[in-house]
């Protein structure tokens, strides 16, 4: 389990096709944070939880594999990107975000970007299957970053970024068509477990046991 919370910006350095996925090789700044990264830990690259196979000084490697390539925008990474990077959550630390599992949803398209000045405001649009699980205040995680929904319009979602998180994460290079990877928050998803089968939402979509089932919730 992750916050949301990035520690540190890493640069991929070599990525191998294999057998059922990828194995990627990233390379991280030396933080404090990665200190002590160990084979088996859980890490989040932009916002997908992936396992730990092989430690070197200020670098980690990690299998991805196709059920991941499939549902996240890591297949898209190259030599060079640059990822969001989060260790596991320690029960002691402070919950400076959400509760974030690592477990991308979708992978969606921003869809406007606009520049306030000391702001930024980035626009997403999501799949309508999604839209339960939103509310405008809530929080969603894009590519690993716990952020705060400042407005939902249908089908479209905005957050506001303040210049800490644009100078600490991987959103400062979001264009309008970038695809990001969206974790929506585990509250709603208990929530439409719960309440689920026929509850009709206020849109007047119903959350079913076979939408529930479909995502894995
Ligand atoms: C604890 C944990 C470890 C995971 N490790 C990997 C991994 O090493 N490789 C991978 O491709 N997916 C891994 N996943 C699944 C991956 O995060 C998931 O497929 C994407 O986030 C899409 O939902 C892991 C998930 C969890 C919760
Ligand atoms: N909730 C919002 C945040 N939260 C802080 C970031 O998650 C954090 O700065 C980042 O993970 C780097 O450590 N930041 C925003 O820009 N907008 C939000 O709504």
């Given at each position: 389990m992750f916050t949301g919370i990035i520690k540190d910006v890493g640069r991929v350095q070599?990525?191998?096709?294999?057998?059922?996925?990828?194995?990627?090789?990233?390379?991280?700044?030396?933080?404090?944070?990665l200190e002590g990264l160990s084979v088996d830990e859980s890490v989040s690259i932009n916002g997908a939880c992936q396992t730990v196979v092989r430690v070197e000084a200020h670098s980690f490697e990690v299998d991805t594999?196709?059920?991941?390539?499939?549902?996240?925008?890591?297949?898209?990474?190259?030599?060079g990107s640059l990822v969001?990077?989060?260790?596991?959550?320690?029960?002691?630390?402070?919950?400076?975000?959400?509760?974030?599992?690592g477990h991308v949803d979708c992978t969606a398209p921003v869809s406007s970007v606009r520049d306030l000045g000391s702001s930024r405001e980035i626009s997403v649009t999501f799949p309508e299957a999604f839209s339960p699980l939103i509310v405008s205040a809530g929080s969603i995680t894009i590519d690993g970053v716990s952020l705060t929904v400042a407005r939902l319009d249908g089908l479209r979602f905005t957050v506001a970024l303040i210049p800490y998180t644009f100078a600490h994460t991987t959103l400062n290079a979001l264009v309008a068509g970038s695809r990001v990877n969206l974790e929506f928050d585990i509250l709603g998803k208990y929530v439409a477990r719960q309440t689920g089968s026929g509850v009709s939402q206020a849109d007047g979509s119903v959350i079913s046991e076979a939408w529930l089932q479909e995502r894995g919730f």
């Open positions: 070599g990525l191998s096709r294999q057998k059922g996925g990828l194995r990627l090789r990233v390379r991280h700044s030396g933080a404090e944070s594999v196709e059920e991941t390539l499939k549902k996240t925008s890591l297949g898209d990474l190259h030599e969001n990077l989060e260790r596991a959550l320690r029960p002691i630390d402070r919950l400076g975000g959400h509760f974030v599992l």
